[in-house]
């Protein structure tokens, strides 16, 4: 089972970035998905859930901002982030939801500053 994050960047306040988290070894079309974030010195925190339904709930401070998205034939899982704040700097990771006993991906690093 892997995860490959990738999408992310520098950006200023008020932009946007598109994530996205390819994943391999698990039975995508039945999983529910998650992204999770890791700001410095802190733990993973929930971002966003998509089932396999295609169902949505979000952290509360990113709802109306960000929006979960899934492609079954590709086993990709997407992160769409708009109106970005300087509090959204982190690494990014997706993983299943609830979690199991799966590594973690290298995540990908989200940057927002002017």
């Known amino acids: 089972v892997y995860f490959v994050e990738s999408g992310g960047g520098l950006v200023r306040p008020g932009g946007s970035l598109r994530l996205s988290c390819a994943t391999s070894?698990?039975?995508?079309?039945?999983?529910?998905m998650a992204w999770y974030r890791q700001t410095d010195g802190n733990q993973r925190e929930f971002v966003a859930r998509?089932?396999?339904?295609?169902?949505?709930s979000y952290e509360e401070s990113v709802k109306g901002r960000f929006t979960v998205s899934r492609d079954n034939a590709e086993k990709t899982v997407y992160l769409q982030m708009n109106n970005l704040k300087s509090e959204d700097t982190g690494v990014y990771y997706c993983n299943v939801d609830p979690l199991q006993d799966f590594d973690w991906g290298q995540g990908t690093q989200v940057t927002v500053s002017s």
């Open positions: 070894g698990i039975v995508f079309r039945i999983a529910a």
């Open positions: 998509i089932t396999h339904l295609g169902g949505t």
